[in-house]
């Protein structure tokens, strides 16, 4: 188990909840690791708010202020590099994380997302549309995955899953809900595991 707290990078482009739930733990000694940066492609979002009233640096980086893929995701990886960050942890991202990062933190970038992977993931499977598509095909059983990132939308390694039952009144907005309270403690839990050295990164 390593004593030195794990450095937390962030990338977000929403509300960020879950970047706010694995906050707290940092903050109350649940994780073993400080948040060092989080950057996010979009200027108002709920994450970037987050970061600056935990005064952690909030970076904004999207096609606006670099329009070339490969210069934006050479800042992307920069960044992260120049503020030291040991382990990326995607929070709502909504980008593809482009080939130079990947190559930077090779292993090193985690990702949450609202099913059971490999059910309903993939390009276009975000949001409510999973949700959306899980009560459409009448799936009893769904949840939430820890995965790791390659460069294929959610095909990383699978680090960690948690299980929701659907009930029969459940709309996506109710179903949503409860798979969010869920990947709160996952997140968190995986994030442990990672640290304590029960899940490794490079098995
Ligand atoms: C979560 O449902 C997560 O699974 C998905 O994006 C959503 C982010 O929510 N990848 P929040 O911004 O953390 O509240």
């Not at 070339?68 to 990326?88: C, F, H, R, S, W």
């Not at 409510?128 to 459409?136: C, M, N, R, T």
């Not at 009144?169 to 869920?182: N, S």
């Amino acid at each position: 188990m390593r004593k030195e707290p794990l450095k937390l990078g962030f990338m977000a482009s929403g509300r960020g909840s879950n970047l706010q739930s694995i906050l707290s733990a940092c903050k109350d000694g649940t994780l073993n690791a400080v948040p060092v940066v989080v950057i996010s492609n979009k200027r108002d979002s709920g994450a970037l708010q987050i970061a600056s009233a935990n005064h952690i640096p909030g970076v904004y980086l999207s096609p606006s202020t670099h329009p070339d893929p490969n210069q934006l995701d050479k800042e992307i990886a920069g960044t992260l590099t120049e503020y030291g960050v040991e382990l990326l942890v995607l929070a709502g991202y909504m980008k593809k994380i482009g080939p130079n990062t990947l190559k930077v933190f090779h292993n090193r970038i985690i990702n949450i997302h609202p099913s059971l992977l490999p059910a309903y993931g993939g390009a276009g499977m975000f949001g409510i549309k999973v949700h959306e598509a899980v009560l459409a095909a009448g799936e009893p059983l769904t949840g939430a995955t820890v995965h790791q990132v390659n460069e294929k939308y959610d095909e990383g390694r699978i680090l960690a899953q948690t299980e929701v039952k659907v009930k029969d009144t459940d709309t996506a907005e109710t179903l949503a809900a409860r798979i969010l309270e869920q990947e709160h403690q996952l997140y968190v839990k995986a994030l442990q595991d990672i640290i304590s050295g029960k899940i490794d990164l490079d098995a």
